[in-house]
């Protein structure tokens, strides 16, 4: 005789993974310790559970931003920015008033720079012309002068107009002597020294024909 074969005992379902739910929506089974009838069913808690979720959501959903608040805070930001670039335009046309100002008073110190500086080379060209002025007639006046060096130096006080008359005399002989008139005679104005020798005489004639006849 073929053994018999056993029935097969039907395999308990594998329990699906958990979800986060899964704690709130499953009941929850008693332990081994519990007290009662196996047979009695284990009190539900799928309502207070549905409540807090509901609860929860609904806390979430009020503190969800939403199209109005997003609206109003378009808003705000929009009249700040439109507060400030107005700011920032009356800012720019104070500055742009300040900039016109500081351009025409450098205009017009450039303008009084250019006449100055058309003053100053005009008073050199004068300052220049006077100083040949001043030179021609300088020289004019020294046309009538005499400058004569090495005659000795004598100790104490001299009469240079003597020693000058003499010295003319000397150089004009056997010519008559003219008339001669001096407007001033004296020594070089400098200190005595012996080692550079005896000071030049100088003198200045009247008549500029003389001067001319002695040279």
């Given at each position: 005789m073929g053994r018999t074969k056993r029935?097969?005992?039907?395999?308990?379902?594998?329990h699906p993974s958990q979800g986060p739910l899964d704690g709130y929506l499953q009941p929850q089974t008693g332990t081994s310790g519990d007290s009662g009838s196996p047979k009695m069913a284990a009190p539900s808690t799928?309502?207070?559970?549905?409540?807090?979720?509901e609860s929860t959501l609904r806390d979430l959903a009020a503190a969800m931003v939403t199209k109005t608040d997003l609206q109003a805070n378009t808003t705000a930001i929009q009249e700040t920015l439109?507060?400030?670039?107005?700011?920032?335009?009356?800012?720019?046309?104070t500055q742009a008033g300040r900039i016109t100002v500081v351009e025409e008073a450098n205009a017009a110190l450039t303008t009084r720079m250019a006449a100055t500086d058309t003053a100053v080379a005009r008073q050199g060209e004068m300052l220049l012309?006077?100083?040949?002025?001043?030179?021609?007639?300088?020289?004019?006046?020294?046309?009538?002068n005499i400058r004569i060096r090495?005659?000795?130096?004598?100790?104490?006080?001299?009469?240079v107009i003597e020693i000058l008359m003499e010295l003319f005399r000397s150089l004009l002989h056997p010519t008559p002597l003219p008339e001669i008139e001096f407007e001033r005679a004296h020594r070089a104005l400098r200190p005595r020294?012996?080692?550079?020798?005896?000071?030049d005489l100088i003198c200045c004639l009247h008549s500029f024909p003389v001067k001319n006849t002695i040279m």
């Open positions: 029935p097969e005992q039907p395999q308990t379902p594998r799928s309502g207070p559970t549905l409540d807090r979720i439109r507060t400030e670039i107005a700011g920032i335009r009356t800012e720019l046309a012309s006077m100083r040949r002025h001043l030179e021609d007639v300088d020289n004019r006046g020294r046309r009538c090495g005659v000795p130096e004598t100790e104490g006080s001299e009469n020294n012996v080692e550079e020798g005896p000071r």
